[in-house]
């Protein structure tokens, strides 16, 4: 994600030297140049590109150096916030629109359970699947916090069986790694064949020569699961 900072007033330099300085309370700035800049408390221009600044974590040289590579899923909140400036001209090419809208729209109509799925799911759990998933979607990670309990194993299966079923475009359906702590990495095993028996499991355990030899054949199979320790 690229962000370009214009000035039609300053130069670059001189919106860093500004940016650099500024605070909510200051009622004017003197450039380097002894022109003198007063900060209109009716105009939040300037307030607005410092908060902006700020909130993507930038310095004011990285800020209006022209470009500034930010990681992607930053668009989203940038596209809210950023719309709501109204001192800032702001516009986002296509590409950003479309991606953002295409997050948006990946709704359950687009997703359906995926077939082969053993299971009956709770309405919260179909929707954390799809909250998943859309992430998933969108190349992006997340984190199922649900409490213990509640299904954080069956959304996954879920999860895992719709890339398999190529219901999410930009998932592979290539291999899953799973890292369990040891007394659960049997019971995702015994999961996944109550749940989703058409994906193929592999436990990595065992003595390093166990481990060895099962690894050879490790691209046979959807799922291999494996330990904290025996990753290491």
Same mark, same amino acid.
């Given at each position: 994600l690229n962000i370009e900072v214009t000035s039609s007033d300053f130069s670059p330099e001189e919106l860093a030297e500004i +940016?650099?300085? %500024?605070?909510?309370?200051?009622?004017?700035? !003197? /450039?380097?140049?002894?022109? &003198? #800049?007063?900060?209109?408390d009716e105009d939040k221009t300037f307030e607005e590109l410092f908060k902006t600044m700020n909130m993507i974590g930038a310095t004011p040289e990285e800020f209006v150096k022209g470009?500034?590579? +930010?990681?992607? %899923?930053?668009?989203?909140?940038?596209?809210? !916030? /950023?719309?709501?400036?109204? &001192? #800032?001209?702001?516009?986002?090419?296509?590409?950003?629109k479309n991606f953002v809208e295409s997050f948006?729209?990946?709704?359950?109509?687009?997703?359906?359970?995926?077939?082969?799925?053993?299971?009956? +799911?709770?309405p919260y759990q179909e929707e954390g699947y799809r909250w998943l998933a859309?992430?998933?979607?969108g190349n992006f990670g997340g984190i199922l916090a649900d409490e213990m309990g509640l299904g954080k194993t069956l959304q996954t299966i879920t999860l895992l069986l719709a890339a398999k079923d190529d219901k999410i475009s930009q998932v592979s359906?290539?291999?899953a790694l799973i890292v369990t702590p040891a007394a659960l990495l049997y019971n995702?095993?015994?999961?996944?064949?109550?749940?989703?028996?058409?994906?193929?499991?592999?436990?990595?355990?065992?003595?390093?020569?166990q481990r060895h030899d099962l690894l050879a054949d490790v691209a046979d199979y959807d799922i291999v699961l494996t330990t904290y320790d025996q990753l290491k």
């Open positions: +940016l650099g300085s %500024y605070t909510p309370q200051k009622k004017f700035y !003197v /450039l380097k140049t002894g022109k &003198r #800049l007063k900060f209109d470009k500034l590579d +930010l990681p992607l %899923y930053r668009a989203f909140y940038l596209e809210s !916030v /950023l719309q709501q400036k109204e &001192r #800032l001209a702001v516009s986002s090419d296509e590409r950003i948006e729209s990946f709704t359950e109509e687009q997703l359906p359970l995926p077939s082969g799925l053993n299971a009956k +799911l709770r859309s992430l998933a979607n359906s290539g291999q995702w095993q015994n999961e996944f064949e109550n749940f989703a028996p058409t994906l193929k499991t592999l436990v990595i355990n065992g003595t390093k020569k």
